[in-house]
C-alpha cells in the first residue's frame, strides 16, 4: 500500500513570496492533516479535513495560509505571503476512519520550508 | 486548552537496558493517546496508542501506561536498541481525530 506523498521534498523562498505544497494522501482515508513543525517542537495541527470539508482550522493563519481539499483526495495547502518564521516542516498526515478511539494518522516525509 | 507536555527534551540509555519516556496532559475524558517515532528527515511513524479506559497496553518491546489520576502516561521500551534513537512524541486523540502532540523527546540508545 503506498504511503502518503508529499512534494516537493525542500523548498526555499523569499520572504513575501508564495509557495504551495501538495499532498496525495493513501487511498481510501477520509481524514487529511496539515501539521506544521518548528525546528525542536511538535508538530501543529493547521487544518484537518474530513473528505473535502474542514472540521478544525483552529490554528491556521488565515491571513496568509489558505487549504483545499479537492474532491476528497488531494490537497494543497499555500503560503501567500511567507514570512520567516514560516520556516519549518510541513508534514501531510491521513486517517482511515472518522474518529474515535485509537484513530492513528499515517504521515508523509514533510516538505521542508526555508525562508530567507 | 488540550495539552500535552513531554518535560524532557531528551533521554540517554544504554543498549539492553529500559527506557522510559514520559507526557502529561490536561483537560481529558474521552481522549485516547499514542506515541510516535521520528527519524531525521523523515514523517512521524505510528508505535503504539492506548484508549481512555485502559491502563496498560503492550506490543512487543514498547509498553504504554496510563495514569488516569495523575493525568500522565508513559512509554517503556524494553530492552532498548541503538535503533530505536529518534524523537519521540506522545499525542493526544479526540473523538473526531484531532490529534495533539507533544514537543518531543531525544532517545540516544549507545551500544
Known amino acids: 500500500e503506498a504511503g502518503v506523498a508529499q512534494s516537493p521534498r525542500y523548498k526555499i523562498i523569499e520572504k513575501r513570496q508564495s509557495v504551495a505544497f501538495w499532498c496525495n494522501p493513501i487511498?481510501?482515508?477520509?481524514?487529511l492533516y496539515w501539521y506544521q513543525q518548528i525546528l525542536g517542537q511538535g508538530p501543529k495541527l493547521l487544518i484537518q479535513?474530513?473528505?473535502?470539508?474542514?472540521?478544525?482550522d483552529s490554528q491556521l493563519p488565515k491571513d496568509r495560509f489558505s487549504a483545499e481539499r479537492l474532491k476528497g483526495v488531494d490537497s494543497t495547502l499555500k503560503i501567500q505571503p511567507a514570512k520567516l518564521e514560516d520556516s519549518a516542516v510541513y508534514l501531510c498526515?491521513?486517517?482511515?476512519?472518522?474518529?474515535?478511539?485509537?484513530?492513528?494518522?499515517?504521515f508523509g516525509q514533510g516538505t521542508r520550508l526555508t525562508v530567507v | 486548552d488540550q495539552q500535552v507536555k513531554q518535560n524532557s527534551p531528551s533521554l540517554s540509555v544504554q543498549e539492553g537496558r529500559i527506557s522510559i519516556l514520559n507526557c502529561d496532559y490536561t483537560?481529558?475524558?474521552?481522549?485516547?493517546f499514542l506515541w510516535y517515532k521520528k527519524y531525521p528527515a523523515e514523517g512521524p511513524t505510528f508505535l503504539i496508542s492506548?484508549?481512555?479506559?485502559?491502563d496498560k497496553n503492550e506490543d512487543g518491546r514498547f509498553t504504554v501506561f496510563l495514569n488516569k489520576s495523575a493525568k500522565h502516561l508513559s512509554l517503556h521500551i524494553v530492552p532498548s536498541q541503538p535503533g530505536d534513537s529518534a524523537v519521540y512524541f506522545c499525542?493526544?486523540?479526540?473523538?473526531?481525530?484531532?490529534?495533539?502532540f507533544g514537543q518531543g523527546t531525544i532517545l540516544t540508545v549507545h551500544p
Open positions: 487511498s481510501g482515508h477520509a481524514t
Open positions: 479535513f474530513q473528505n473535502n470539508g474542514v472540521v478544525d
Open positions: 483537560n481529558s475524558m474521552f481522549d485516547y
Open positions: 499525542a493526544r486523540g479526540t473523538s473526531y481525530g484531532k490529534l495533539t
Open positions: 498526515a491521513s486517517s482511515p476512519i472518522k474518529g474515535g478511539q485509537n484513530t492513528e494518522a499515517f
Open positions: 492506548i484508549s481512555s479506559i485502559k
